[in-house]
């Protein structure tokens, strides 16, 4: 009876990594450094757990202009949040693999108002999204375009 | 055998576990400097410029207002034939305005929005009514009293903007409207053929993330009447992201406050118009009777974020009247152009005197 149950749970432990690797490896191909089309940062996804997340790692402009200190969500409703540097920041969170190209249920942060949109990403070829942040419904929203970047060896 | 399992499975449910609450920031030691050197993986990286700068008052999607005018006179000319620049000394109408206010409505939905193109679609709702005491002047159907006092007057509007940037530096701007105003009924609109046409065109430059400017022509009703004239948009943030400009010269020209990323203070000027067909009016000659309003507000606005995409704005200010003159127009709705020099006669001359006003607003802006 014991080495039924052992088999078994070994059989449900197969399953669980099967489901658990196998069925995200789609959604994998999200993860990467990525450039908004305005070129003034760059964004590197990864995964943590089962969901992406997107945080800051290059800034045209690192330094406050006013202060000449790095940037820091200034910006952000939460006060005990403004000393944040902006490099490292999350600014995609929590976006989940859909299927056919597609992540959604997330979240995308603008550090220049701090408002934080509703977001779904889609993948329009491997080197290029389409990221949409909306309020509310996806009718009021704005899509930009992002670039895959391939990081050199120096 | 039972331990190992045990460990597969806490192994195996690791991605499961590892979900973490959403976290703002990388705890991670990274290197940054790795990233410097990241280019496109397929060469190309086509940067367009955005059609908003640093700090500008939020656009929006929807607003709902209340506009409100404090007392003033109006003196109101017979229907006739006058001149530019008559001066009228017994008006054939006058009335002392208690107020004069409505609701205006706005929504600007976007059809396309992406870096490469902005093309969006709305419509807008105004509603002026007059409540008047002390009238004099003879009562009947050629008093412009009368007729205005019954439903007021309204507009509605339809509008579309197209915004396509052209590089990284220049972008086009296009705007179109079409409105329908007058003094009608809404259970009873008039007819089409009054549909009043605006539109502008703009080429301008974004030399940067705190300056956009352009230039164009418009062809608008802003005064009341039919004209065109070249445009000019300045928006400038200043580099301590605290003071601004947001000008669209001659439509109107406001200096801006930033107090924070959700709340800042707009003074300034605006200038409010459109062209009213004057139903049910008798008129001499059997042509339409158009009033020509037109008004010059001075006034400081305040707009602070209430929660989320939601803002509230408070506005004052003196509404000065630049035009309450009216003309005749055809029957078939065919307007004309006067212009600067154009030497067509006015069919009233009117005078409003200044009067304070206040407009509240609460509005879902835009990402």
């Known amino acids: 009876m014991m080495k039924m149950t052992t088999k078994l749970c070994s059989l449900l432990v197969l399953i669980m990594l099967f489901l658990g690797f196998t069925s995200n490896d789609e959604g994998d191909r999200l993860i990467g450094v990525w450039q908004p089309s305005s070129g003034k940062a760059k964004v590197k996804i990864e995964k943590i757990g089962t969901k992406y997340y997107g945080k800051i790692v290059w800034l045209k402009e690192p330094n406050d202009p006013n202060t000449q200190k790095p940037k820091v969500d200034k910006n952000n409703p939460d006060e005990s949040m403004r000393n944040v540097p902006l490099k490292g920041y999350r600014m995609l969170k929590d976006f989940v693999y859909g299927g056919k190209d597609q992540w959604n249920e997330g979240t995308i942060y603008d550090p220049e108002n701090g408002s934080t949109y509703s977001c779904e990403i889609n993948m329009k070829d491997k080197s290029t999204l389409e990221i949409r942040g909306y309020i509310g419904v996806k009718a009021l929203g704005r899509t930009d375009v992002w670039k895959r970047l391939e990081i050199k060896a120096n | 055998m039972k331990n190992l ?68 006179e109006m003196n109101l000319s017979s229907q006739g034939d006058y001149a530019k620049g008559t001066s009228i000394n017994n ?146 943030t200043a580099p301590s992201r605290t003071w601004g400009t947001e000008i669209l010269f001659p439509a109107r020209a406001h200096v801006r406050k930033n107090f924070n990323a959700r709340s800042l203070l707009l003074g300034g000027y605006e200038l409010d118009g459109q062209s ?47 035009s309450y003159r009216a003309d005749y127009t055809e029957k078939d709705g065919t307007d004309f152009f006067r212009g600067f020099v154009g030497k067509q006669q006015y069919a009233m001359i009117n005078e409003l005197s200044g009067a304070l006003y206040f407009n509240v607003g609460i509005h879902l802006v835009s990402p």
Not at chain 2, 15 to 28: G, I, M, Y
Not at chain 2, 187 to 209: E, H, I, M, T, V
Not at chain 2, 292 to 304: A, S
């Open chain 2, 276 to 322: 009213y067909r004057i139903g049910g009016i008798s008129t001499a000659s059997n042509r339409e009777l158009e009033l020509r309003r037109g008004e010059l507000r001075f006034r400081m606005e305040y707009q602070r974020q209430i929660s989320g995409f939601i803002w509230g704005s408070i506005q004052a200010g003196y509404r000065y009247n630049f």
């Open chain 2, 91 to 236: 008006y054939n109408e006058s009335a002392k305005v208690n107020s004069t206010g409505g609701l205006r409505l706005f929504a600007n939905i976007p059809v396309i929005s992406s870096n490469k193109f902005l093309w969006q679609l709305g419509g807008n709702f105004w509603r002026t009514n007059y409540s008047f005491a002390d009238v004099k002047g003879p009562i009947n159907d050629t008093s412009l009293i009368q007729n205005i006092s019954k439903n007021g007057l309204t507009t509605f509007g339809l509008n579309s903007t197209v915004f396509k940037p052209l590089n990284e530096k220049q972008f086009l701007l296009a705007q179109f409207a079409a409105d329908l105003s007058g003094n009608y009924a809404l259970d009873n609109p008039q007819g089409l053929r009054f549909l009043r046409y605006s539109a502008s065109l703009l080429w301008g430059k974004r030399p940067n993330d705190r300056k956009q400017w352009a230039v164009g022509l418009t062809r608008t009703y802003r005064t009341g009447e039919l004209n065109y004239v070249p445009i000019l948009l300045f928006n400038w």
């Open chain 2, 5 to 72: 399992t045990l460990l597969i499975f806490l192994l195996g449910c690791t991605p499961l576990f590892a979900q973490t609450d959403s976290v703002n920031t990388s705890q991670e030691e990274e290197d940054f400097s790795m990233y410097e050197n990241a280019t496109p993986t397929d060469g190309k990286n086509i940067t367009f410029c955005n059609p908003k700068i640093f700090d500008l008052s939020p656009a929006r999607f929807v607003s709902i207002a209340w506009d409100h005018q404090l007392p003033y």
